[in-house]
C-alpha cells in the first residue's frame, strides 16, 4: 500500500520521542499486579508474568498518544530533546511547493492521526498484547479492563480540557488546579494504572485489588505537593 510509508515514518518518530521516557505508568501497574497476585495461593508462572508486561506496553503507547496531543495544544517544539511530531513533518515537507503555513498544518495534521493512531493500538495491546510474549493465551477479564482503560482515557482528556481553560485565566480557582491535577496526575499516573494491573492479575479477591488504590492515592498527592522522593514512596 503506498500510504504505509508514512505511518511507518510517524511511528518511528514517535519512538525517537518516547526515548528518555520513566516509563512510570507500566511500573505501577506492574506493582498493581504484584500485590493483588500476592493475595492468591497459587503463583503465577514466568510466561504469565511475561504476558503481563508485554499488556503494559499499552500503557505506554497510551501515554505516547497523551504527549503528542498535548505537544500539539502547547505548540511545543522539542520532547526529550527531539522535534516534536508537528514540527518534525513540518520540516520534512521541505520539498514540497507549500508554505510555512502549509507545512505547519500538515505537521499538525499527521500528529493528530498518529495519536489517533496510538491510542487504538494502546487499546489493543492491553487487551490482546503485542503477540511477542511467550503466551498470549492467558484469559483475562476483557469487559473490565476496557472499563478501566476507558475512565482513564475520559478523565486524563477532561483534565486536559480543564488545563486548557485555566490557562485563559489570571487567577483560576484552586479547587480547579486541584481537579485537574487529580485528573491529568494521580488517577492518570497511578490510581488507574494500579487498578488496570491489579485486573489483570485475575485475582480471587477483587475487594482488595478495588480498595488498594485510593491508599496509595493519598501517599501519591502527598508526594506531589511535598515534593518527595516519588519512587520512595513507591
Known amino acids: 500500500n503506498a500510504y504505509v510509508p508514512i505511518a511507518h515514518a510517524l511511528l518511528l518518530q514517535c519512538r525517537n520521542i ?17 500485590i493483588s497476585i500476592s ?11 511475561l504476558d503481563i508486561i508485554d499488556r503494559l506496553i499499552g500503557l505506554e503507547l497510551f501515554h505516547l498518544y497523551a504527549l503528542v496531543h498535548d505537544d500539539i495544544i502547547d505548540s511545543a517544539y522539542t520532547r526529550h530533546g527531539v522535534p516534536t511530531i ?3 513533518m513540518a520540516q520534512s515537507a521541505t520539498e514540497r511547493n507549500l508554505d510555512a503555513n502549509e507545512k505547519a498544518h500538515l505537521g499538525q495534521s499527521y500528529a493528530i492521526l498518529v495519536g489517533d493512531l496510538l491510542f487504538g493500538i494502546a487499546q489493543k495491546v492491553l487487551l490482546l498484547g ?13 469487559k473490565r479492563i476496557a472499563s478501566l482503560f476507558s475512565q482513564m482515557a475520559e478523565g486524563v482528556i477532561v483534565g486536559q480540557m480543564i488545563d486548557v481553560e485555566l490557562s485563559t485565566q489570571d487567577r483560576p480557582p484552586l479547587e480547579s488546579i486541584e481537579l485537574k491535577n487529580q485528573m491529568k496526575t494521580a488517577h492518570y499516573t497511578f490510581v488507574y494504572p494500579f487498578k488496570i494491573g491489579a485486573a489483570l492479575s485475575g485475582t480471587s479477591h477483587p475487594e482488595y485489588s478495588n480498595n488498594l488504590p485510593e491508599d496509595y492515592l493519598n501517599v501519591f498527592e502527598d508526594t506531589y505537593y511535598s515534593h518527595d522522593s516519588l519512587f520512595e514512596s513507591i
Open 86 to 88: 508537528q514540527v518534525a
Open 39 to 49: 493475595f492468591d495461593d497459587e503463583s503465577k508462572n514466568d510466561d504469565y508474568n
Open 130 to 142: 503485542t503477540g511477542l510474549s511467550a503466551d498470549t493465551s492467558i484469559a483475562v477479564d476483557q
Open 18 to 34: 518516547s526515548n528518555g521516557g520513566k516509563r512510570l505508568r507500566p511500573y505501577i501497574a506492574y506493582i498493581g499486579y504484584l
